[in-house]
């Protein structure tokens, strides 16, 4: 059956191929750099390696 309620729900639950692939990627380290504060306590993953410095700054100002 074409119009099968359970069809049409997998062919929904099934739209990756919409979604542009950073997207897809959302909570992956792939590509970006990372920064080791606080003695190695805390690392954060940026993308831009240029704004290490003003992350480190950032972090720093909080009182960390």
Do not use: C, Q, W
């Not at 119009?3 to 692939?21: C, E, K, T, W």
């Not at 992956?28 to 003003?54: H, M, Q, W």
Request: net charge positive; aromatic share 6%; hydrophobic share 30%.
């Amino acid at each position: 059956m074409k119009n099968d309620a359970y069809d049409n729900r997998m062919g929904l639950s099934d739209h990756r191929g919409g979604i542009p692939p950073s997207k897809l990627l959302s909570g992956s380290i792939t590509n970006k750099y990372p920064v080791i504060l606080d003695d190695g306590k805390t690392i954060i993953f940026i993308a831009d390696k240029n704004r290490e410095a003003e992350i480190r700054l950032r972090y720093k100002s909080r009182g960390h």
